[in-house]
């Protein structure tokens, strides 16, 4: 009840709607008719839900339209986002972000040494989490196991939610970046990353998989990606310095 029905909570779907509407109102001379018309939609289909108390069932519908709507507005603004430097940036960010994710979940799995049971289930809720259950199975046809899933989400330079794939894409997004002042281009650090995923890649590929070495490989691609990402702040965002 507090989240569909507060308007004053805040991190309630009332309340960041409205705060999503205002927003985009201050700026609705940029947006396309096809844009404004879907803000509108998500904004006024929300508020016409009526406030019952104990009636939780009437937002079903209105969630899915929601969501719908929500949808469309992305859809709309990747479709006519331009590609330029900064998009190359935004992108390349969100790549870097799902290698985080990407590669702690493996090397926490790893790190876990499950017994058979519960190993297949953390498999599989990491497949889930990470939208990758029906490519593995189609790829595999077996149950999920630490090393076949290793091999999918790290290894797999065709899969594009591998870290593999990820960070081919992001050395050619960053491409699209010039050299930064001082600074070596981000592009050099990774290079060699590509490398080594495509060893990694051939090992598992020849069915030679080692806990231990693995574990070693993503401790230390993990630290890469944090001093990629401190690369791109202090290369690009002149009042930013490296994390420490």
Known sequence: DLILR?????????YNLQRFFNATQTAREEWSPASTLTISTCYEGWNAVPNVVG???QFDSKLEMLQLNLSAFLGLNLDSMTRDEGWALLDAGRRLERSFIVSGLLSFLLKANLKEEMNALY??????????V??????????PSTELT????????????????LLGRLH????????PGQQ?????LIEPWIEKMRLFNATMNKGKFRRRETILFLDELFAFLATLSDALTV???SHASKHR
């Open 235 to 237: 290369s690009y965002f």
């Open 184 to 188: 070596p281009h981000p592009c050099d």
């Open 134 to 143: 029906r490519t593995f199975q189609s790829r595999f046809h077996d149950t």
């Open 172 to 179: 050619k997004v960053l491409r699209k970046l010039p050299t």
């Open 6 to 14: 507060d308007r004053a909570c805040p991190v309630g779907v009332t």
């Open 55 to 57: 009636q939780n069932e």
């Open 123 to 132: 498999n599989e809720s990491i497949l889930y989490f990470l939208d990758s």
């Open 150 to 165: 290793v091999r999918l989400l790290l290894g797999e330079a065709d899969y594009p939610k591998s870290v593999s794939y």
